[in-house]
Structures are given as structure tokens and as C-alpha cells.
């Protein structure tokens, strides 16, 4: 949600704050701006659309300058256009800030503001900053002072970069639940909403923590403080992974890429963590909590989008093996709804980004309560993975197109893990143990495997490129697949498509089946079966058309519906992980077909740091 850039060192900025801002725009792109000190004058374009349409704008004016800051947009507050992108400033243009968050109470602040002849140019609450600092720099304060006393006043979420004129050899920035990164180069400082923005430069970076705020200087470095004016030792943190793995390596899209990268990531989330002698697994970052870990009884999974859906998986797969009761709830929900959390009782936040504000505050409510919370997470160094006592990252490296693919496998994947560690704590025996290590260890090769599924699934798109609704069924551990499948082809085709549990049908969506309505079942041969088939036998004498994603060598199936797909078999718990693929491919080739922007597509963003 809005992405920052911010520069300050004795290179042109322009071009490090624009390549910076082309890796964040998966956190919106509704606008984008930049602001370059220029002789002690702020010098501002922005643009409304994607970051080239600011790019194209900043050709024909071109800007110069050693410090800068960024921002690419995602709506909140105003209308995207250009009057509302970012950066914003004072009445006289001598504050420029870029901010990434809400600020709850801007419009208390805005009529404080305006009662003291404060004339606002747009309807966003990011000016409210600005001319809030200009109005307590008035007083005796200097900058830094009136910066940080008007954080103080704020209520809400940001993270903030500025630069003045009033001290223009100074980049300050600001985080409260939005993330901001900072980069240490060779006498020269960068400043991102995430590290990919400014690996190309550096890989030393220090994560700023909610209530800290950092003034970036050459002659002083980067000091880190609260707003409360106390000075902060910060560790600086080498990030490991190469910048060849957030590009799209020859792939037209990034989502393409990160369907196909399924065996590599699925492999490398079980790395280092089979022991297929003993039938255990082993996750490290679960150390210091594994006894509570082991002991709780009762588990409690909160995420929000895909991450949920991989959370209904773990839900099952926990309660079959390891017989203890679960519960999955969207984020959203659980952080309001004031939840019966015992203390011996364990919280699994899921979250690719770690940095979704529900979850985050899902997390914050848990421990209040006492649970012991651990974090599933892919965004190494992300709040939640910072925030929680252990957990597990998914290593699923750089998830860059919007819809979330490799996460929610890898996510899956360290489910299971964790499943088979409890488990084997219980009642697992260590035959089953070895059995499932055995074939996690063979799962990659199959991912693979059911990756040649490309060619049918893209004759299946051609067939239904045209169609505008779409029914998504599965059972078992197959029905929050279901549910996956269609936000897929839902978020990046806009195709309406709705997933169900395949029984469920027969109450309510099967009114709407016809000849025009493609039903996609997911058939794969496990105990569900045989019901299953029953199901595409009411489908089908509705005159439904069916698409079904079949077991190999499925000959029944293949006579009775109008396209299979098949792909590899597994355990039953684990099937997720092959059945969600066709079901990637096809969101992806229809979205193409239709001609979507399959890795920006409309009003979504990557992370979702406002509630
Ligand atoms: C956004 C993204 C989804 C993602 C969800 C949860 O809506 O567009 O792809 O599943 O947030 O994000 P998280 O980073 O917490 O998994």
C-alpha cells in the first residue's frame, strides 16, 4: 500500500529514486512522484497512472539533484489523480514528504489547521503532515524539533520520508506500522518501503521500528531516535538474496515466473528441515516457543487473502494428524471481535509480506492475551516475523506479481512441516513420519510435473477467454483450493468467480448453472472421490460445462466431462500443493487473453498496510 523511496548521498538521485520506485510499484500504482532538492529549493513532479507515465513526464523536464524522495500511490484518501499524488508539501513548498499509511485523526488536524489560515490544495490526509510541521515550525522549535513534535499528534499509520529547505542537507524519516527500510552505502543513504528497492546499491540496511524516526545526513550518517528525542543503537542487517531473483529472468510476467519457480521454492521452504531417518521435521525458528509449540491445546490460524486459504488447508491437516482442535480466521475479523484466546493457546499468523495491517494487529491482540504467537512468514525481516517470538519463514524469495502464487505453496508446504513436527510429538508414529518425509522430499519433482499441465490449461482459457462467470469446487483439502482458484482468476481476469465446497452447490449455487456457466471441479482421486463425481453429474445435467483437474490416468473422469487436467498424486494433505497449479496457469492464461495487466491488476495492492 504506497511505496517510498528516498535518496541522499553525491550521485543523481533522479534515476536510483525512479529504478527504486519501478521494484515497489506492486504496492500500488494509482500515481506515482518524486522530489529532488535542487539548490536549496524543493523541485516536485508527479503524475498520475504507473511510474512511467511519471517517467515520460520527467523526460521532457528533467530533474537534478543529490537528495530525493518518492512515492508510487494507492488510494485511501482522494481520488487518484494527480492533484493527490505524492509528494506533498506546506503552504510554501518548503516541506516535501512522501507517506505511505492513514492518518486517522487528519481531519481534526485539517480543521485545527484551516481555523489558522492553512489553505489545503488536495482531499489527501498525507498534506495534513505537512502543514502540521510548518504550522509547530513556527514556533521556537527547530526542524527536527517540529517534526517530531508533530508526530506526536498524529493518530494512524505511516511511514514517512521529508526533506525542507529549512535544513536541506537532511533526509528524515518516520515509521508507525507502515515499513521503512534504511540503506548504508558508501557515504550515501537510501530509504524503501521494502529492501528490494535499494538492493541494487546496498545490502547493509537497518529496519526501523514503529516509533522511530531517523535524521540522514553525510556529515552525520543516519541517527536513529523515538520521537520522544532518546537516541537508538540500530544493528545493521546484511540481506542475502540477489537481485536476479526479484527480475523476471526472461518471463513476460513476474506471475508466470513465480508459477514456475513452484519446485525450486517448494524445495527450498523443506531445506535443511527433513530428517528422513528419524520421519521428523525440523523448524529452527520455532526454538524458543517449540515446548508451547508442542503443549498447546488449541490452535488458532489468522491471515487474510491467500494466505487464509492456505490457513484452511493447515487447518485440516492439523486437526487429521495431530487431532487437536483449529480455528481459521480472516484477520480482519478475529483483531474486532474480542476472541476467546486462552494462554497456552497458539496463534499462526500467515502473511507473505508480513506487513498486512489486520494480521499485524491480529498478532499484537494475541500476545496481548497471552497466546504464544508465531509468524508464517516470506518477507524476511517483515514486522510480523520481528514482532513474534519465533516462526517460521516459507522462503519462497521475492513474490513480486500481485497475485500471490509460489507464497501460498510454500506456505502450504511449511503447514505441513509444521503438521508432522506436532504430530510426531503425539501420537505419529515414526513409520508415518518417515512416509510423509519421504514423499515431501519427492514433492518439487511433482510440482514439476504438474507444471506440463501448461498446454491444456491454456486451451482451456482460449475455449472460456469470453465467459464472465465462473463456479470453483472442490472437497476435502481440495475445497479451500477451490476458493483460491477463483481469487485468482477473480483478482487478475475481473471475471466473477465464486468457490465453493463442491456438496454445498446443491444449496444454492446450482441455480445458477447452465449452458453458459463453467464449473472448474477439482477431482483428484482421494476419499472424497467417488461424492465428488456425483457432483459433476448434477453439473453436467444442468448442462453445466465442466473443467475438472484430475489424478493421472483418470479414464472415468476423461469420458465424462469436456476438459481434464491432470496432474501427479500425492497424500491427501499435500495434493493442495500440485491441485492449486492448473488453477494459477488458467487465472494467468485467461487474464492474458483478455489483455489484463496480470501483475498490476486494478485497485489491488501487494501489501495491504491499512486496515
Ligand atoms: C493482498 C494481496 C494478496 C494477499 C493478501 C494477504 O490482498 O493482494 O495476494 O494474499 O494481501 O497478504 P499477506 O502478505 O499478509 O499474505
Same mark, same amino acid.
Given at each position: 500500500?504506497?511505496?517510498?523511496?528516498?535518496?541522499?548521498?553525491?550521485?543523481?538521485?533522479?534515476?536510483?529514486?525512479?529504478?527504486?520506485? &519501478?521494484?515497489?510499484?506492486?504496492?500500488?500504482?494509482?500515481?506515482?512522484?518524486?522530489?529532488?532538492?535542487?539548490?536549496?529549493?524543493?523541485?516536485?513532479?508527479?503524475?498520475?497512472?504507473?511510474?512511467?507515465?511519471?517517467?515520460?513526464?520527467?523526460?521532457?523536464?528533467?530533474?537534478?539533484?543529490?537528495?530525493?524522495?518518492?512515492?508510487?500511490?494507492?488510494?485511501?484518501?482522494?481520488?487518484?489523480?494527480?492533484?493527490?499524488?505524492?509528494?506533498?508539501?506546506?503552504?510554501?513548498?518548503?516541506?516535501?514528504?512522501?507517506?505511505?499509511?492513514?492518518?486517522?485523526?487528519?481531519?481534526?488536524?485539517?480543521?485545527?489547521? @484551516?481555523?489558522?489560515?492553512?489553505?489545503?490544495?488536495?482531499?489527501?490526509?498525507?498534506?495534513?503532515?505537512?502543514?502540521?510541521?510548518?504550522?509547530?515550525?513556527?514556533?521556537?522549535?527547530?526542524?527536527?524539533?517540529?517534526?517530531?513534535?508533530?508526530?506526536?499528534?498524529?493518530?494512524?499509520?505511516?511511514?514517512? @520520508?521529508?526533506?525542507?529547505?529549512?535544513?536541506?542537507?537532511?533526509?528524515?524519516?518516520?515509521?508507525?506500522?507502515?515499513?521503512?527500510?534504511?540503506?548504508?552505502?558508501?557515504?550515501?543513504?537510501?530509504?524503501?518501503?521494502?529492501?528490494?528497492?535499494?538492493?541494487?546499491?546496498?545490502?547493509?540496511?537497518?529496519?526501523?521500528?514503529?516509533?522511530?524516526?531517523?535524521?540522514?545526513?553525510?556529515?552525520?550518517?543516519?541517527?536513529?531516535?523515538?520521537?520522544?528525542?532518546?537516541?537508538?543503537?540500530?544493528?545493521?542487517?546484511?540481506?542475502?538474496?540477489?537481485?536476479?531473483?526479484?527480475?523476471?529472468?526472461?518471463?513476460?510476467?513476474?506471475?508466470?515466473?513465480?508459477?514456475?519457480?513452484?519446485?525450486?521454492?517448494?524445495?527450498?521452504?523443506?531445506?535443511?528441515?527433513?530428517?528422513?531417518?528419524?520421519?521428523?521435521?525440523?523448524?529452527?525458528?520455532?526454538?524458543?516457543?517449540?515446548?508451547?509449540?508442542?503443549?498447546?491445546?488449541?490452535?488458532?490460524?489468522?491471515?487474510?487473502?491467500?494466505?487464509?486459504?492456505?490457513?484452511?488447508?493447515?487447518?485440516?491437516?492439523?486437526?487429521?494428524?495431530?487431532?487437536?482442535?483449529? =480455528?481459521? =480466521?480472516?484477520?480482519?475479523?478475529?483483531?474486532?471481535?474480542?476472541?476467546?484466546?486462552?494462554?497456552?493457546?497458539?496463534?499462526?499468523?500467515?502473511?507473505?509480506?508480513?506487513?498486512?495491517?489486520?494480521?499485524?494487529?491480529?498478532?499484537?491482540?494475541?500476545?496481548?492475551?497471552?497466546?504464544?504467537?508465531?509468524?508464517?512468514?516470506?518477507?524476511?525481516?517483515?514486522?510480523?516475523?520481528?514482532?513474534?517470538?519465533?516462526?517460521?519463514?516459507?522462503?519462497?524469495?521475492?513474490?513480486?506479481?500481485?497475485?500471490?502464487?509460489?507464497?501460498?505453496?510454500?506456505?502450504?508446504?511449511?503447514?505441513?512441516?509444521?503438521?508432522?513436527?506436532?504430530?510426531?510429538?503425539?501420537?505419529?508414529? @515414526?513409520?508415518?513420519?518417515?512416509?510423509?518425509?519421504?514423499?515431501?522430499?519427492?514433492?518439487?519433482?511433482?510440482?514439476?510435473? @504438474?507444471?506440463?499441465?501448461?498446454?491444456?490449461?491454456?486451451?482451456?482459457?482460449?475455449?472460456?477467454?469470453?465467459?464472465?462467470?465462473?463456479?470453483?469446487?472442490?472437497?476435502?483439502?481440495?475445497?479451500?483450493?477451490?476458493?483460491?482458484?477463483?481469487?485468482?482468476?477473480?483478482?487478475?481476469?475481473?471475471?466473477?468467480?465464486?468457490?465453493?465446497?463442491?456438496?454445498?452447490? &446443491?444449496?444454492?449455487?446450482?441455480?445458477?448453472?447452465?449452458?453458459?456457466?463453467?464449473?472448474?471441479?477439482?477431482?483428484?482421486?482421494?476419499?472424497?472421490?467417488?461424492?465428488?463425481?456425483?457432483?459433476?453429474?448434477?453439473?453436467?445435467?444442468?448442462?453445466?460445462?465442466?473443467?475438472?483437474?484430475?489424478?493421472?490416468?483418470?479414464?472415468?473422469?476423461?469420458?465424462?466431462?469436456?476438459?481434464?487436467?491432470?496432474?501427479?498424486?500425492?497424500?491427501?494433505?499435500?495434493?493442495?500443493?500440485?491441485?492449486?497449479?492448473?488453477?494459477?496457469?488458467?487465472?494467468?492464461?485467461?487474464?492474458?487473453?483478455?489483455?489484463?495487466?496480470?501483475?498490476?491488476?486494478?485497485?489491488?495492492?501487494?501489501?495491504?498496510?491499512?486496515?
Amino acid at each position: 500500500m504506497c511505496g517510498i523511496v528516498g535518496y541522499i548521498g553525491k550521485r543523481d538521485a533522479y534515476p536510483i529514486l525512479i529504478n527504486g520506485l &519501478k521494484r515497489l510499484e506492486y504496492r500500488g500504482y494509482d500515481s506515482a512522484g518524486v522530489a529532488l532538492t535542487i539548490n536549496g529549493h524543493i523541485d516536485i513532479q508527479k503524475q498520475v497512472g504507473k511510474i512511467a507515465a511519471l517517467e515520460e513526464l520527467v523526460e521532457g523536464k528533467p530533474m537534478q539533484g543529490t537528495v530525493g524522495i518518492a512515492h508510487t500511490r494507492w488510494a485511501t484518501h482522494g481520488e487518484p489523480n494527480q492533484r493527490n499524488a505524492h509528494p506533498h508539501t506546506d503552504s510554501n513548498g518548503d516541506i516535501v514528504l512522501v507517506h505511505n499509511g492513514i492518518v486517522e485523526n487528519y481531519d481534526a488536524l485539517r480543521t485545527m489547521l @484551516a481555523e489558522k489560515g492553512h489553505v489545503f490544495r488536495t482531499e489527501t490526509d498525507t498534506e495534513t503532515i505537512a502543514h502540521l510541521i510548518e504550522e509547530i515550525h513556527k514556533t521556537e522549535l527547530n526542524f527536527e524539533e517540529a517534526f517530531r513534535a508533530a508526530l506526536q499528534e498524529l493518530e494512524g499509520t505511516y511511514g514517512l @520520508a521529508l526533506i525542507t529547505s529549512h535544513d536541506p542537507g537532511k533526509l528524515f524519516v518516520a515509521r508507525k506500522g507502515s515499513p521503512l527500510v534504511i540503506g548504508i552505502g558508501e557515504n550515501e543513504y537510501f530509504v524503501a518501503s521494502d529492501a528490494s528497492a535499494i538492493i541494487a546499491h546496498t545490502r547493509d540496511v537497518v529496519y526501523l521500528e514503529d516509533g522511530e524516526i531517523a535524521i540522514i545526513s553525510l556529515e552525520s550518517g543516519h541517527v536513529t531516535k523515538t520521537i520522544m528525542n532518546e537516541v537508538i543503537e540500530k544493528k545493521i542487517e546484511r540481506i542475502t538474496y540477489d537481485l536476479e531473483r526479484i527480475e523476471k529472468a526472461g518471463y513476460s510476467h513476474f506471475m508466470l515466473k513465480e508459477i514456475y519457480e513452484q519446485p525450486r521454492t517448494v524445495a527450498d521452504c523443506m531445506r535443511g528441515r527433513l530428517l528422513p531417518e528419524e520421519g521428523l521435521t525440523h523448524l529452527g525458528g520455532l526454538t524458543p516457543i517449540k515446548d508451547k509449540v508442542i503443549r498447546a491445546p488449541k490452535i488458532i490460524i489468522t491471515a487474510c487473502g491467500t494466505s487464509y486459504h492456505a490457513g484452511l488447508i493447515g487447518e485440516y491437516m492439523i486437526e487429521e494428524y495431530c487431532r487437536l482442535p483449529v =480455528e481459521v =480466521e480472516y484477520a480482519s475479523e478475529f483483531r474486532y471481535r474480542d476472541p476467546i484466546i486462552e494462554n497456552d493457546h497458539l496463534v499462526i499468523a500467515i502473511s507473505q509480506s508480513g506487513e498486512t495491517a489486520d494480521t499485524l494487529a491480529a498478532v499484537r491482540e494475541a500476545k496481548r492475551k497471552g497466546a504464544t504467537v508465531m509468524g508464517l512468514v516470506n518477507v524476511v525481516g517483515s514486522t510480523i516475523a520481528r514482532e513474534t517470538p519465533g516462526g517460521t519463514y516459507i522462503h519462497a524469495g521475492p513474490e513480486i506479481g500481485v497475485a500471490s502464487t509460489k507464497a501460498f505453496t510454500s506456505q502450504v508446504t511449511a503447514l505441513a512441516l509444521l503438521t508432522v513436527m506436532i504430530a510426531r510429538s503425539k501420537t505419529m508414529s @515414526a513409520e508415518m513420519g518417515r512416509r510423509i518425509v519421504q514423499e515431501l522430499k519427492i514433492l518439487p519433482q511433482k510440482v514439476e510435473e @504438474a507444471l506440463k499441465c501448461d498446454a491444456q490449461v491454456q486451451q482451456v482459457a482460449r475455449e472460456f477467454k469470453d465467459n464472465t462467470n465462473f463456479l470453483y469446487l472442490g472437497r476435502g483439502y481440495n475445497y479451500p483450493v477451490a476458493l483460491e482458484g477463483a481469487l485468482k482468476l477473480k483478482e487478475i481476469s475481473y471475471i466473477h468467480a465464486e468457490g465453493y465446497p463442491a456438496a454445498e452447490m &446443491k444449496h444454492g449455487p446450482i441455480a445458477l448453472i447452465d449452458k453458459d456457466m463453467p464449473v472448474v471441479f477439482i477431482a483428484t482421486r482421494d476419499s472424497t472421490y467417488e461424492k465428488i463425481i456425483s457432483n459433476i453429474e448434477e453439473v453436467r445435467a444442468r448442462k453445466g460445462r465442466v473443467i475438472a483437474v484430475v489424478s493421472e490416468g483418470d479414464e472415468k473422469l476423461k469420458d465424462m466431462v469436456e476438459f481434464t487436467i491432470p496432474i501427479p498424486t500425492t497424500f491427501n494433505f499435500l495434493q493442495p500443493i500440485l491441485s492449486i497449479i492448473p488453477l494459477q496457469l488458467l487465472a494467468y492464461h485467461m487474464a492474458v487473453l483478455r489483455g489484463c495487466n496480470v501483475d498490476q491488476p486494478r485497485n489491488l495492492a501487494k501489501s495491504v498496510t491499512v486496515e
